[in-house]
């Protein structure tokens, strides 16, 4: 059952979530396939992860967004994120990944941002 679904606007790919809350971990690991999947076969250059309307993600998310911005940095592909909610902002920065990803306001902001 796809967790992800993946759009292109302006040679960026845009990956948004079909679940509101991430916290199961069926759906972790769904989201690690797809993103191994999406890493391996992706030829943008840009993606940025539009996390509208999820209102909450355990940090084993987190994780599986580092290991996704590993794999496909090392092709030369710039991962960023949109449209976060404060919870998740407030995730990032306890974290300290608000520092590895570029964060943006909407997509709009972001497909300018990141040219």
Do not use: W
Request: charged share 25%; proline share 2%; glycine share 6%.
């Amino acid at each position: 059952m796809p967790v992800i679904s993946t759009s292109n606007n302006h040679n960026i790919c845009f990956l948004s979530f079909e679940e509101t809350k991430i916290v199961e971990q069926t759906t972790v690991d769904a989201i690690g396939e797809q993103l191994k999947s999406i890493a391996e076969s992706t030829d943008e250059k840009k993606i940025i992860f539009d996390l509208l309307g999820v209102e909450s993600m355990t940090s084993m998310v987190l994780g599986q967004f580092v290991k996704f911005r590993s794999t496909v940095g090392k092709r030369g592909i710039e991962v960023a994120f949109c449209n976060v909610s404060p919870e998740i902002t407030e995730l990032l920065k306890i974290s300290r990944l608000d520092a590895l990803f570029k964060i943006f306001e909407n997509r709009e902001m972001a497909m300018y941002g990141f040219e």
